[in-house]
């Protein structure tokens, strides 16, 4: 199941992702889901002032079946 992992103050979260699916073949697989999720977590982060001069990672783990 797709996930998006938030590092906050209390650690690691993860977020279950109704509707999420991989599409696509080979390397051209993605999910609009998750990406659109990550783009949304990501612009949270930024306005919330805790995170001011934090750094963020984002790393996304592609497998194909």
Same mark, same amino acid.
């Given at each position: 199941m797709p996930c998006v992992r938030e590092a906050g103050a209390s650690g690691v979260g993860d977020e279950d992702l109704a509707g999420g699916a991989t599409v696509g073949r080979e390397?051209? +697989?993605h999910n609009p889901k998750e990406a659109e999720t990550i783009v949304d977590?990501?612009?949270r982060l930024?306005?919330?002032g805790?995170?001011?001069d934090k750094t +963020?990672?984002?790393i996304v783990l592609q497998?194909?079946?």
């Open positions: 390397s051209r +697989i977590t990501l612009e930024t306005e919330d805790a995170y001011r +963020i990672v984002v497998r194909s079946g």
